[in-house]
């Protein structure tokens, strides 16, 4: 992207906040667990006055699966599922409000949005599952291996939200994601080795 995906403008405040006040906001959501890498200073500026518990993982370098990981560590009791978001993929009421609705017809199934038939994200991993989010690694296939392994309890609710399958990859994806009334500012694009 050139610059902290978690810090590209959304809605009007940095995507990590965007993230943070979503999940606040959503009443089945007892534990917000933000895994910090990289600009810690910056993404702690950004998260001030939510609710979100930062955890700092200091293996981000190695790849994603080291920050599932550690989130996953940090969670604090028996939770009945964990909700795993990435903060490129943004989320939208219209998006988590069905998925929760489906959750809590069946705590015992992993969960994840549909969009016009396409398997989308965020996921919700049912509490037996949990303790192997903490032993996830690149190497492993990360989360891709956990779904793999329970595809079996793997349920998709079909949701009209396209933020189901947006992922932030490029300056292109987060333009085009943007609202056409509310032009995204270009990313910075940044030279160096």
Do not use: C
Not at 12 to 33: E, F, M, S, W
């Amino acid at each position: 992207m050139g610059q902290p995906k978690a810090l590209l403008p959304w809605a009007g405040v940095p995507l990590v906040r965007h993230q943070a006040n979503l999940l606040t906001a959503q009443p089945a959501i007892d534990q917000l667990i933000v895994v910090l890498g990289s600009r810690q200073d910056e993404l702690r500026a950004a998260l001030r006055g939510t609710r979100a518990r930062i955890v700092v993982n200091p293996r981000f370098r190695e790849g994603r699966a080291t920050s599932l990981a550690a989130g996953a560590h940090a969670l604090e009791g028996q939770p009945a599922s964990v909700l795993v978001v990435n903060v490129d993929q943004p989320l939208a009421t219209d998006l988590l409000d069905p998925l929760v609705a489906a959750w809590r017809s069946d705590h015992a199934a992993l969960w994840r949005p549909s969009y016009q038939g396409r398997g989308g994200h965020p996921l919700i991993v049912p509490a037996d599952v949990t303790p192997e989010l903490q032993q996830v690694t690149e190497a492993t296939q990360g989360l891709r291996a956990v779904v793999i392994r329970h595809r079996q309890r793997l349920h998709s609710v079909p949701v009209d939200s396209k933020h189901a399958v947006l992922n932030l990859n490029t300056p292109a994806d987060y333009a085009a994601a943007q609202p056409s009334s509310h032009p995204a500012p270009s990313p910075k694009l940044s030279a160096g080795p």
